[in-house]
């Protein structure tokens, strides 16, 4: 029974001490299969309605900065799809998540790769997550493309 009691303290103990813990891993889950959702919907304006904040400041690899609305407008300005699948499919790759309480750095190496058989692109993408209200969101984000490799 002493064991029994011993145990509970130290779980309770935990509990009061610790209460951020276990959720650590949960958000790390969470915010893994946000990015993976996203990159394979990244055609969608959906998907970038859900993972970018309001406020959002994102840099680019060709060195222009813009926000959310200037993304969203890309949306509103394309032609209507045709139902094709899309030109270029993302994946994540190394992804590394580094969270502080209610926000996240999401960094990964981010693979383009072209349906037409072209080269495959890399780039390098820092993502700054912020929970708000319960959800995270995307509020900066840098993309630095990779070089080719000499040889390639």
Do not use: C
Request: charge should be negative; aromatic fraction near 12%; proline fraction near 5%.
């Amino acid at each position: 029974m002493e064991r029994f009691q011993t145990a509970a303290r130290a779980w309770l103990l935990m509990l009061v001490l610790a209460p951020g813990f276990a959720l650590a891993g949960d958000d790390a889950a969470v915010l893994t299969a946000m990015l993976h959702e996203f990159l394979a919907n990244a055609d969608q304006r959906a998907a970038h309605e859900r993972f970018w904040a309001q406020d959002l400041v994102y840099s680019s690899s060709d060195g222009r900065r813009f926000g959310k609305a200037d993304i969203m407008q890309r949306f509103d300005n394309a032609e209507p799809g045709d139902g094709s699948p899309p030109t270029t499919v993302y994946s994540g790759e190394d992804v590394d998540i580094r969270q502080y309480d209610d926000v996240a750095i999401v960094a990964f190496r981010l693979v383009g790769t072209p349906a037409d058989g072209s080269e495959t692109l890399y780039y390098y993408n820092t993502g700054t997550f912020l929970k708000r209200d319960g959800e995270w969101r995307v509020i900066a984000w840098h993309a630095t493309r990779i070089p080719p490799t000499p040889g390639d």
